[in-house]
């Protein structure tokens, strides 16, 4: 082909940090005119759609936060209101905010193997071709509810930490917290000065490693703005830091153990009871929930008015919950810090490749995808945040890395040289043992034995990266162009294609 005459279309959906990501380095790097969906009302995604109390970041800000953009973070770390203008800013900024559609929810992508584009449709009805999709939708967006027997019939207030009712006075309350996840550790301490009182529900203990969050200085703030390059060294050092912690997901190392100790300790300075404190100490590997990171939680415990159940919510009653022991405790909030459903990716798109297959069957055994990004028989199509990238230092980082991928794709397309990238099903495949043998070693802690988020019906680890960023940095960099297929079709002066999709006149791997 000699060059390309229309202007390339892409279509965005989520303008969580992935979709903001993606559009500021299309913007950079192409010509292509692309839109950004959200189903909200605001950007930020997670951080629009988590507005519980004494919520913020467990990474540092410095890493939490875009390599592309200097930013006067006035914490280690973030809160959620800075997050979330964070984003919105990074959009104003940037220039994306004519881009974004908001209250706009997609349902539906359908390849056309003919035109060789997408088409579109929102929740509204509306329908719109694109020549790329890529969904920017997130991993912990769909809230897990949990199915106890009389949840329907509670007569109190409840809901679940994702869709926090702020218009509810917690003020002298009894409130029932289930769960000691990453949120749970949060609003617990959060809500405790203002309750009557909190009862906390834990089905299995968590490890937590305190956070040591701080306001930055006016000294370190000033030195991070105006010393060029002090920001970015920094965040290279918390990086390192991180690598060097990711050892500790290996089982057998010396770094699992100083984990587990940091962590007992901690425990053992903080709680005062003992039996509490046996209570929170887990008997599995660090590692095989994502370790909590958090300050506030155990002193919270050392007050009056707050309590920890060690033991699961069996039923729930019209005014309150029964646990395994069968005792029945009164409430008149029950908030459900329940977690989401991470293994169900895309869970609210039905994504239709090839010959009108769907995504979901595609992935009915195991969500799988090369790199995390791409799905053979979906062209065109690119996943952020997709199966096996959770972690890695910092998960912007890894967003970065697959944005790089996807533009780097569209931009070859966009100069002509090939009309559709498809993924090599081998590839895939070696792809996957590859992961799941890094599993079994490097992160072996992560599959020793408890409840996790991690894995999928049939067992299979879907949601976690198992090594560090810069092994993810490298395989995104040099790996793409064993796994992409770029394909050049015949096409007529108005864009059709004239040659069949599936028969490519030339194709040849990334180069």
């Known amino acids: 082909?000699?060059?390309?005459?229309?202007?390339?279309?892409?279509?965005?959906?989520?303008?969580?940090?992935?979709?903001?990501?993606?559009?500021?380095?299309?913007?950079?790097?192409?010509?292509?005119d692309f839109v950004i969906f959200e189903q909200d009302s605001g950007v930020g995604g997670t951080w629009w759609q988590n507005r519980y109390p004494g919520c913020e970041v467990d990474i540092p800000s410095h890493v939490y936060s875009f390599s592309f953009i200097k930013w006067d973070w006035p914490r280690t770390h973030a809160t959620q209101p800075e997050l979330q203008n964070y984003a919105e800013r990074v959009v104003d900024v940037f220039g994306l905010r004519d881009r974004i559609r908001l209250n706009t929810k997609v349902d539906l992508a359908t390849w056309d193997d003919t035109t060789h584009k997408y088409t579109i449709r929102t929740a509204g009805g509306d329908e719109e071709e694109f020549d790329f999709v890529v969904s920017s939708v997130g991993l912990l967006n769909v809230p897990r509810y949990p199915d106890w027997p009389g949840l329907d019939e509670f007569e109190g207030i409840k809901f679940h930490t994702s869709r926090w009712e702020h218009d509810q006075d917690l003020s002298g309350k009894r409130i029932a917290v289930v769960g000691t996840g990453s949120t749970a550790v949060q609003v617990g301490p959060a809500i405790a000065p203002i309750a009557e009182s909190v009862t906390v529900y834990q089905r299995e203990p968590g490890w937590i490693e305190p956070k040591h969050e701080r306001a930055y200085t006016p000294r370190e703030r000033w030195f991070y703005r105006n010393v060029p390059f002090a920001q970015r060294a920094h965040r290279l050092v918390l990086m390192a830091k991180a690598n060097n912690r990711f050892k500790a997901y290996d089982s057998r190392t010396r770094m699992q153990k100083k984990m587990q100790q940091l962590c007992l300790d901690f425990i053992t300075t903080t709680i005062d009871d003992p039996q509490v404190r046996a209570a929170v100490t887990p008997d599995y590997a660090w590692g095989c929930k994502r370790p909590i990171v958090a300050s506030t939680f155990y002193p919270s415990l050392n007050r009056s008015n707050v309590s920890l159940v060690p033991h699961a919510v069996a039923r729930v009653t019209k005014d309150g919950l029964v646990d395994a022991t069968g005792t029945e405790r009164k409430f008149d909030v029950l908030i459900m810090s329940t977690g989401f459903q991470p293994q169900r990716f895309l869970n609210s798109i039905d994504v239709r490749g090839r010959g009108g297959r769907s995504l979901h069957d595609a992935w009915a055994e195991r969500a799988t995808a090369f790199l995390g990004v791409t799905v053979p028989g979906f062209p065109n199509f690119f996943v952020l945040y997709g199966p096996n990238t959770n972690g890695g230092t910092s998960i912007i980082?890894?967003?970065?890395?697959?944005?790089?991928?996807?533009?780097?794709?569209i931009s070859r397309i966009a100069r002509g040289s090939a009309d559709v990238v498809d993924t090599d099903p081998s590839m895939l495949a070696r792809w996957t043992r590859w992961i799941d043998e890094q599993l079994d070693t490097h992160a072996s802690a992560m599959n020793s034995g408890c409840h996790n988020y991690y894995t999928s019906e049939n067992g299979a680890n879907v949601t976690q990266w198992p090594r560090t960023h810069w092994i993810y940095y490298l395989a995104t960099r040099f790996l793409a162009r064993r796994g992409l297929v770029f394909a050049e079709t015949e096409r007529s002066s108005v864009g059709r294609t004239t040659a069949d999709a599936s028969m490519p006149e030339r194709s040849e791997k990334i180069g």
């Open 397 to 409: 980082a890894q967003l970065e890395r697959q944005a790089e991928l996807a533009v780097k794709a």
């Open 1 to 32: 082909m000699t060059g390309r005459t229309e202007r390339l279309r892409v279509g965005i959906i989520g303008s969580g940090f992935g979709g903001i990501a993606l559009a500021v380095k299309l913007k950079a790097r192409t010509d292509t």
